[in-house]
């Protein structure tokens, strides 16, 4: 039987530290990206508080994250990651990396998401004497929260791309298995195990995200 | 109640600075429904924003009950604008709240109830607007009428002086428009807000306005009493408003009849006088009708009459007219602009 040449307990094993990788990055991308992307969206143009200075510098560091291939930001980024972690291997070496890499995609995708807001309600709320502080927390986010679900939902599954790509230099995971048995030791069964896992984590999270998106859609 | 001197208002952009506002002097009274009309582009919407300074002028004073607020900011800002009520030709509603959480958004902010309070005021917002029924709602499910009740009741929460309406009935249609305009008019009544109403139907200033003022590329060309501006428009783009709202028969200059050419303005019990007939008897008299409106202005009845006067003494009879309250103008010889046919056709009766 092919499935008796399948370490069943390793494929376990590479899939909790998958979800862990993708949960803790996924928390830490959130919330370091969501407030860069209300920063971004506050500061564009045409909004309360329009620095086109301040928006321009914060929209160019995160473009040159984001046009760093996330396989060469991993390496660029080890002394950094042993210098924040104690080390560049597993589960901890990478998280720091996969946030690096995906909290300015989130932050963009959070700034498009505030944009699609009417500007009619934002107007309204200032009508109505909520300062520009309680107009974003109160009005613009919670108007726009299909929008943030939908992003959330698009990075978790960037980062299971990512930390499949991770287990290159040894990151852990099914991409980890993926790579050491299925590459190095040409036992295909496993790769294909652990992609099998891999697509149906992705289409787990994306019908989970889309079902969010509708309940929360009240437009 | 609002002031506005002096105000002028540019946008800057990149092909420089563009005015939208030139040198505009108001002043709205307490209690008053003050329309403000002109064509799309005229600076309605900036003129109205300038008043909660959604829009800062570029010079000029804003003042409210009597207080310059042209340069308030932070704190003072925002209570001044919990204290104008604002309503959007699009509703401007929160999607993600329910009827009921829209209402109470403006509370909320205003962060001076208990919940338990704003329970009770929100009720009594709907209970007024008529939306009882559809509190736990979201917008969508509302018809457009049903969503500018509620952002009525959410302008009033806050109890404000000054309603601020921004084409409040542009997106509805004829009956619903009707049916707000009565409500905004029960709430200037009942609760003595005064209210600036934007439009660019002369129809919405005659149902609900007292005075009015006539906005044209951000100059105020004409202003007044609904009553004279409505019935006497004197600058050409008052005109083509009520001729667009009346028809063309409304303001018929001339004709080729022969005669003396009257216009002939009855307003109050006066417009149902039978006056012309016992004028004609008294004068010996004849008369054709050129053109004319009857309707109410608010709730005034008036009529209006372009006539043809022949044989008799005309210049008694114009006496005996004015005697009874009537308003008489001469028409000067123009060019005719209308066949007759086309003006009894035009003639209706509301
Ligand atoms: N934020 C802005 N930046 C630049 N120009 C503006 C801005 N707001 C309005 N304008 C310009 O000011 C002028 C008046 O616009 P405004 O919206 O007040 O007109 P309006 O009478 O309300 O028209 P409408 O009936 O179409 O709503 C227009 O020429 C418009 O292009
Ligand atoms: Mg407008």
Redesign the pocket.
């Given at each position: 039987m092919w499935s008796d040449r399948i370490n069943w307990a390793d494929i376990g094993t590479a899939l909790s530290q998958t979800l862990t990788m993708v949960g803790i990055s996924l928390l830490l991308t959130v919330l370091i990206g969501l407030p860069l992307g209300i920063l971004l969206f506050v500061t564009g143009k045409g909004q309360p508080f329009a620095r086109p200075l301040g928006y321009g510098a914060l929209s160019f560091v995160l473009n040159i994250i984001r046009s760093v291939p996330f396989i060469i930001l991993l390496i660029v980024l080890m002394p950094v990651t042993v210098l924040i972690t104690g080390t560049s291997l597993g589960i901890r070496g990478v998280i720091f990396p996969l946030v690096v890499g995906t909290a300015p995609f989130f932050a963009r995708l959070v700034e498009t998401a505030l944009r699609e807001v009417d500007r009619g309600v934002i107007e309204a709320s200032l009508a109505m004497g909520a300062s520009p502080i309680q107009t974003i927390f109160r009005a613009v986010l919670p108007e726009a929260l299909p929008g943030l679900i939908a992003a959330v939902t698009v990075t978790a599954i960037v980062l299971v791309d990512y930390t499949a790509m991770s287990g290159a230099i040894g990151g852990g995971g099914l991409g980890d298995l993926a790579i050491r048995y299925g590459y190095h030791r040409f036992q295909t069964e496993i790769m294909l195990v652990c992609v099998v896992i891999l697509i149906l984590l992705v289409q787990l999270i994306q019908a989970s995200g889309n079902s969010l998106v509708t309940r929360f859609t009240r437009r | 109640m609002i002031r506005l001197d002096a105000v002028t208002k540019s946008?800057t952009?990149r092909q420089g600075a563009?005015p939208?506002?030139h040198g505009i002097d108001l002043s709205v009274g307490e209690g008053e429904i003050f329309g403000i009309i002109?064509?799309?582009?005229?600076?309605?919407?900036?003129?109205v924003?300038l008043i909660n300074l959604l829009?800062r002028p570029t010079s000029g004073d804003v003042s409210i009950a009597g207080r310059r607020v042209t340069d308030l900011t932070g704190r003072d800002l925002h209570a001044l604008r919990r204290s104008i009520g604002m309503v959007f030709?699009h509703f401007n509603l929160l999607s993600g709240r329910t009827v009921a959480r829209n209402v109470a958004y403006p509370l909320e902010l205003a962060g001076q109830l208990t919940k338990a309070q704003i329970a009770e005021k929100v009720a009594a917002l709907l209970a007024r607007v008529g939306l009882s029924d559809h509190a736990g709602k979201y917008p969508r499910q509302l018809s457009g009428g049903q969503k500018q009740r509620v952002g009525i009741a959410r302008a009033l929460a806050n109890d404000p002086k000054v309603l601020l309406c921004?084409?409040a009935t542009s997106a509805l249609d004829p009956q619903t428009t009707g049916q707000v305009l009565d409500l905004l008019q029960e709430i200037n009544r009942d609760l003595g807000v005064t209210i600036v109403m934007?439009t660019?139907e002369m129809e919405v200033i005659r149902r609900a306005c007292d005075r009015v003022a006539v906005?044209e590329k951000?100059r105020v060309v004409e202003e007044g009493p609904v009553t004279s501006v409505f019935l006497h428009p004197a600058h050409p783009v008052t005109r083509a408003l009520v001729r667009e709202a009346e028809g063309d028969a409304a303001l018929v200059a001339t004709d080729a009849a022969p005669g003396l050419h009257l216009r002939l303005t009855f307003t109050g019990a006066g417009a149902h006088q039978p006056l012309l007939g016992r004028i004609a008897r008294d004068f010996g008299v004849d008369f054709a009708i050129l053109g004319g409106r009857v309707g109410h202005i608010r709730t005034t009845p008036f009529a209006q009459f372009s006539i043809a006067l022949t044989g008799g003494n005309g210049s008694a009879a114009m006496t005996a007219l004015r005697a009874a309250g009537v308003t008489v103008e001469v028409i000067e010889g123009a060019a005719p602009t209308f066949a007759p046919a086309r003006v009894e056709r035009q003639f209706h009766v509301v």
């Open positions: - | 946008f952009s563009a939208a506002l002109g064509a799309s582009g005229a600076g309605k919407s900036t003129l924003r829009e030709q921004d084409e934007i660019h906005l951000g």
